[in-house]
């Protein structure tokens, strides 16, 4: 049988060996998470590169399961967890949630100095979101940017987002709600009635050297596709994006105009070719608002009203000096409407 002092240096060495553990481990892990967060900064570098913003938002509070960003008109949550879904609310019953692709499934986002959230999916594909609140005209819009890094040949192709969609909504491409003439690239989500509540952008996707790579939206079901379509010639990294937001009032009353009944189709059709042409709704309605402060400032200066300005021919040389005949085109078409003329005006 052991002697009492081989039992006490027997456990004096086990108690060693215990700490030493302990000591190694909660090393490791700090090494680790010290690596995480380096090559979550080195991500966002690439984005940074590749597509700054100075529009991403820093009001952002931070719980055990997601970061919430608080902004001019919705709050935008982004969760820790990559199987988690994104959410926009506007707090009127307004809500927009999807999925990251599914590279990020069992991943943990990482913030990041500049507010970008990164998720670490594995050598070929990173993903970073970033809040924004960006200014359209007068128009503050609160947004979602979700930023693909593609650093390899290897990688997929296709990315999917899966919507979250109330009974009666629908996604759809531009190309399937405006016709394939009219097709500005964004994506929709469309309600009951056929008009639209959220909107996703262009997608859009560049090399290292800063040169554009095809890329496109299709819809299958409830999930928004994106396909970019690099080669053996492609610089790496790639990085690719759809960015999305819920519809604001001016841009919401000119895409009322689109699924409305008070204009013949034939003016549709004219409405929707200025909107491709001025690169989509979020565009569409900036322009349009500059147009109407304009008018406000000239309406001002000669004590008349902005109506009056809009829709006389009296002012109109002035009003739209500079604006391209596109703009003017589209002003014509849309600024008969007094909803448009209210809800566009700041």
Request: charged share 25%; glycine share 8%; proline share 3%.
């Amino acid at each position: 049988m052991m002697n009492s002092f081989c039992q006490r240096k027997m456990l004096a060495l086990l108690i060693m060996l215990s700490l030493l553990f302990v000591s190694t481990t909660e090393s490791l892990a700090i090494v680790s998470i010290n690596n995480d967060e380096k090559t979550a900064e080195q991500q966002m570098r690439i984005i940074e590169k590749v597509a700054p913003s100075n529009s991403i938002n820093d009001d952002v509070r931070e719980t055990n399961t997601e970061l919430i960003a608080d902004g001019y008109s919705s709050e935008i949550t982004i969760p820790k967890d990559g199987d988690e879904k994104i959410k926009l609310n506007d707090g009127e019953g307004g809500a927009l949630e999807f999925g990251l692709p599914e590279n990020t499934d069992g991943v943990d986002g990482i913030k990041t100095a500049n507010g970008t959230v990164i998720y670490k999916c594995n050598d070929d594909v990173s993903v970073g979101v970033q809040p924004l609140t960006e200014k359209a005209g007068d128009e503050q819009i609160d947004s979602v940017r979700v930023l693909i890094t593609i650093s390899d040949i290897t990688a997929p192709h296709e990315y999917s987002f899966n919507f979250n969609l109330k009974d009666g909504e629908r996604l759809v491409t531009a190309k399937e709600y405006m016709g394939p003439e009219y097709d500005t690239g964004e994506a929709y989500v469309i309600n009951a009635k056929g008009e639209i509540e959220s909107v996703i952008d262009p997608a859009w996707a560049k090399d290292a050297n800063g040169n554009s790579v095809k890329t496109h939206y299709e819809v299958r079901g409830n999930s928004l596709i994106q396909i970019v379509e690099f080669n053996e010639n492609t610089a790496f990294p790639v990085v690719a994006d759809p960015t999305a937001w819920q519809i604001t009032k001016c841009a919401g009353a000119i895409s009322l105009l689109i699924s409305s009944t008070i204009f013949t189709v034939a003016k549709i059709a004219k409405i929707k070719k200025y909107i491709k042409a001025l690169g989509g709704i979020k565009k569409s309605s900036s322009r349009l608002i500059g147009v109407i402060k304009k008018a406000q400032a000239i309406a001002k200066r000669n004590r008349t009203s902005t109506v009056r300005v809009l829709r006389s021919t009296k002012f109109s040389r002035e009003l739209w000096r500079g604006a391209g005949a596109t703009l003017a085109n589209f002003g014509a078409s849309v600024l008969g409407v007094d909803t448009v003329i209210d809800k566009c005006s700041f």
